[in-house]
Structures are given as structure tokens and as C-alpha cells.
């Protein structure tokens, strides 16, 4: 039987309440409901008044779910689409990531985001915001890209005395599958070599993994024998990694969904320019969404997002330079 994305995220909220009296769930429609994709499905019946339902108010979801972990909860925050965190922005970034420097009170929440496009989502709920959230000290900002971290990061978020941005991916709930969930995993911070090689390394993480794992097949048709790394969290973000990849391959190409002014993509490159310039034989590229907001048309929307089509061409030039 196999574990999908969404069944991994499900699962790890269920042993992370069945481990810890003070997780509690808090979003909108995920009592009964079980969630608006399903995420929080039968945790309701099987922990009571645990899985609490929210009023329609990402303000007053996360100013609650702040106020109860300065009582000792650990509350799992569901917003339902990752645009809508905005209407939280003010408790999240001046009141979450600041509060343990203001007052030496640690703040454990996890809030969940489900992030990134789906074919006809459109502009108001197909946001990645993980570059607006990595930008504020105080927040661990996750970007589970496999079956196997969406379940242990998130059980790693709820414990960890620091608010954290959960972005899980939409498009990965039912696309991504496992055998089985893992016994063990790599710490928050550190990325993972998802496919090893020799001519150049591609830095990427959540969906856009497994486009770039397509390229490098793709190209090792060709003789090119490409490097994937996962960042798996993108606050921290592990530079040693990238730059012991760099210095195996010479050639850097990151890979975001989220859009190109600033971002994940541009961090990874102004690190590896400043730190380790000299490991580069080309200048380092990226490749992001377009920068508009995302359209609704889903030609449009597989247009306007990085795909294994458009990375590869932008490999191969890469190659050659």
C-alpha cells in the first residue's frame, strides 16, 4: 500500500498529537470536515477537542495559536492556502518571530502552508511565499519536497521551540508516493544529494525536485551527468552543501516556483558569488516563474511556471558556457 504526500502529512500530525498532550490542531474546516484538502481527516473523532475549528480569520487563528503557546501549547496552524497566511502577516513576523528575542518565551507553533500552483488555482491560491518568510529572523521556514519529509520535518517542526513555516506543496498531495514512512531523517537545515554528478549542479527544493530529477535524467541520455540538491528548508539554508557541490561540478543552475525578483534562487547564487566564486567555470543561472501573478488558464499556468522543458533548456546553454 502506498503513502502519498498528503497521507504523510496527515500521519505526522497524528503521531505528533498522540505524542504530546500539548499539540493541539487550529484552521478553518479542519474538525469534522477533516480539512479542505483532507489533511486533518478523522483526527477530529480520533483526538477530541484536540483538532479545533477556527473562525474564518488568519489573524485571529495565529494571534490565538501564539497566545497558546506562551501558555506551554504547541499548536499546528492550517491556513488553507498558503496566499491567505498574508492576512497573518502582522502575528507571524512581529509577534511569532520576535516574541522568544522580546521576552526569552519560546513560541512552538508550526504553521502550515499548503503552497505553489495547481493547473486553474489562479493568483489567490497558488502563492509560493517562502522567500517573504525566510526573510524575518526568528521563523524556520521548511520546503518538504518527498513523502519521506513531509512526515519527519513535520514532526521535527512540532517540536522545535521556534515558530515554523510548513510549506507543503499542493500539486505534490496526490502526484508523490512512498512504499512507507521513514524511521529516520536528515535535520532540519541540512539538504540532501538527491541524484549525484559531475558536470553541473542544479539547487532547487519542494515541487520543482522532481522537475529538475526529470532534466537529469533527460540529459544523462546526452553524456551530461547532472547534481540535484534538495535544500529541503530553505531558512536555514545550507550553504556547505551547495558549495561542495559547486566545487565537484563548476556549473550552478537554481530552480524556484516562487518569482524571480529576490528570492531563494538569487540567496543560493549571491552565497555561492561572494563565498566561492572561484569553484565557478560559468556564471551562475536560475530559473523562476514568470513574474506575474499566476493565471487561472492552465496553459498559461504550465507556462508560467519552471518546467523539466524549460529547466533543460536552460541546462544545456548552461553546458555550454
Not at 506551554?72 to 509577534?95: C, H, K, L, W, Y
Not at 491560491?125 to 521556514?141: D, K, N
Not at 532534466?215 to 547532472?226: R, Y
Not at 531558512?235 to 518569482?259: F, I, N, Q, Y
Request: glycine share 6%; proline share 7%; aromatic share 8%.
Amino acid at each position: 500500500m502506498s503513502i502519498t504526500y498528503l497521507d504523510a502529512i496527515r500521519e505526522a500530525q497524528a503521531r505528533a498529537l498522540a505524542d504530546d498532550p500539548r499539540v493541539l490542531i487550529y484552521g478553518q474546516d479542519v474538525g469534522a470536515f477533516g480539512g479542505a484538502f483532507k489533511a486533518t481527516k478523522n483526527l477530529a473523532q480520533k483526538f477530541p477537542g484536540r483538532v479545533i475549528d477556527a473562525p474564518v480569520s488568519e489573524d485571529a487563528m495565529v494571534g490565538a495559536a501564539v497566545g497558546a503557546a506562551i501558555e506551554g501549547m504547541r499548536p499546528i496552524i492550517e491556513i488553507q492556502f498558503a496566499d491567505f497566511s498574508t492576512i497573518a502577516f502582522n502575528q507571524i513576523v512581529n509577534q511569532a518571530a520576535t516574541l522568544f528575542w522580546r521576552t526569552n518565551v519560546p513560541c512552538p507553533i508550526t504553521i502550515r502552508l499548503p503552497s505553489g500552483g495547481t493547473s486553474g488555482g489562479g493568483p489567490f491560491h497558488s502563492q509560493s511565499l517562502e522567500t517573504l518568510y525566510a526573510h524575518f529572523p526568528g521563523l524556520i521556514v521548511m520546503t518538504p519536497a518527498t513523502v519521506e519529509d513531509a512526515y519527519s520535518m513535520l514532526i521535527e517542526a512540532v517540536a522545535i521551540d521556534d515558530p515554523v513555516i510548513f510549506c507543503e506543496h499542493k500539486f505534490l498531495y496526490y502526484h508523490l508516493k512512498a512504499e512507507k514512512l521513514p524511521t529516520e531523517a536528515l535535520p532540519t537545515g541540512k539538504a540532501r544529494i538527491a541524484r549525484t554528478g559531475r558536470d553541473m549542479t542544479i539547487v532547487t527544493y519542494s515541487a520543482m525536485l522532481h522537475e529538475a530529477l526529470a532534466v537529469a535524467e533527460e540529459l544523462a541520455a546526452e553524456g551530461d551527468e547532472i547534481e540535484v540538491v534538495d535544500l529541503r528548508s530553505v531558512k536555514p539554508l545550507d550553504t556547505d552543501t551547495v558549495m561542495a557541490s559547486v566545487a565537484r561540478t563548476g556549473r550552478l543552475l537554481c530552480v524556484g516556483e516562487s518569482w524571480p525578483w529576490g528570492g531563494v534562487t538569487a540567496e543560493v547564487i549571491a552565497r555561492v558569488a561572494s563565498e566561492g566564486l572561484a569553484l565557478l567555470d560559468a556564471p551562475p543561472q536560475r530559473i523562476n516563474a514568470k513574474d506575474t501573478p499566476v493565471p487561472f488558464h492552465p496553459n498559461l499556468w504550465a507556462a508560467h511556471r519552471p518546467t523539466a522543458h524549460n529547466i533543460a533548456i536552460a541546462a544545456r546553454k548552461l553546458l555550454r558556457m
